[in-house]
């Protein structure tokens, strides 16, 4: 019975805390696969830094209390940080609330199995210890790394490009809180507590911030998108200010390469349609197959890319409003 309560406590309330963060997700952002992938990459790096931080320790001579306060949240982080790095360099990110569905999986994998291995050296702990490393350090890990990609998301909405000065100051942010729980500043229970009733009053936070920017992205962008779909698609690009941006760049591209940048913009705009069609779906409980001329048509959106080089991909770029999500929406797309 008392092995029973320690694993409900130690592992059930991140679990089912990431459970909410999952079905919270009103447009099914985030496949169970892509959650169950990023609870497997916070497995992986609990393995690393067990193996790791112990190496460490002898290596840098200090002992257990000041490892844990000043170094193993820089490792911890670090290894939590990597998968989701990853992730955005493939663009598999598109708003705040898959960032944080994706850090916090990743850290309550981490979480989970390091309570496990926990369980298994100190079996006769008492039920107090479990419930703070369930309702505290475990809630921490997948704090930390969901803070990590919500920031690195929200540089890439405002900015839209990431940059490694970018990337290590969200991880410096990550590793400072760590530490600070791990100086145990106040004491555990108000620190668990606080976990306990702050986490979910943030993250309702950035749910509703999200959730207006995709509303926003699928109403305005939608409306924009159809009606310069239906521009190209009758002939009159020449006549709308978009047309006059094009018609400006004949000085400095030859006109079959301008040619070719009213294609690239054409597929553009269908593929952003089609990827906001799927998410609008996806909301009301519908589950499509990507099209069958999906795969053709970002075969020649590739071939446009190539044919206009980066010049003309950097000339096009300012016609798209859609935060730079093209790479996003492909993957959208492809998985259906």
């Not at 702990?125 to 703070?132: I, K, P, R, S, Y």
């Amino acid at each position: 019975m008392l092995l029973v309560a320690q694993v409900a406590f130690g592992l059930l309330p991140v679990a089912l805390y990431l459970m909410a963060l999952v079905v919270m997700d009103s447009y099914k952002l985030v496949k169970a696969q892509a959650v169950l992938l990023a609870v497997m990459a916070g497995f992986v790096a609990l393995l690393i830094c067990n193996y790791i931080n112990p190496w460490l320790m002898d290596l840098t001579g200090t002992g257990p209390e000041i490892y844990s306060r000043y170094l193993a949240p820089i490792t911890e982080e670090t290894f939590k940080a990597l998968y989701l790095v990853f992730l955005f360099r493939l663009n598999r990110i598109g708003f705040l609330v898959d960032s944080a569905i994706f850090g916090f999986a990743i850290g309550a994998g981490f979480g989970i199995l390091e309570n496990i291995f926990y369980l298994s050296l100190i079996p006769d702990a008492n039920l107090f210890t479990w419930v703070l490393r369930g309702c505290g350090t475990a809630l921490m890990h997948g704090s930390t790394t969901a803070i990590f990609a919500l920031i690195v998301q929200n540089h890439c909405e405002s900015r839209g490009a990431q940059r490694i000065r970018h990337l290590l100051g969200a991880l410096g942010v990550s590793i400072v809180l760590h530490s600070m729980y791990n100086h145990f500043l106040i004491s555990p229970v108000l620190t668990a507590l606080g976990l306990v009733l702050g986490v979910p009053l943030i993250t309702y936070g950035i749910y509703q911030r999200s959730e207006k920017a995709l509303e926003k992205w699928l109403g305005v962008g939608f409306d924009a998108d159809s009606e310069m779909l239906a521009i190209i698609g009758a002939g009159k690009v020449s006549d709308t200010r978009v047309g006059i941006y094009l018609m400006s760049l004949r000085d400095r591209f030859a006109p079959e390469v301008v040619a070719d940048m009213i294609c690239l913009l054409r597929i553009q705009i269908e593929l952003a349609i089609e990827a906001k069609g799927i998410l609008m779906l996806r909301k009301e409980g519908f589950e499509i197959e990507p099209g069958p001329d999906l795969q053709m048509k970002i075969d020649e959106l590739h071939f446009l890319e190539k044919s206009i080089g980066a010049t003309g991909r950097l000339a096009v770029m300012p016609l798209r409003k859609s935060g730079g999500r093209e790479s996003w929406e492909k993957h959208l797309l492809k998985q259906g």
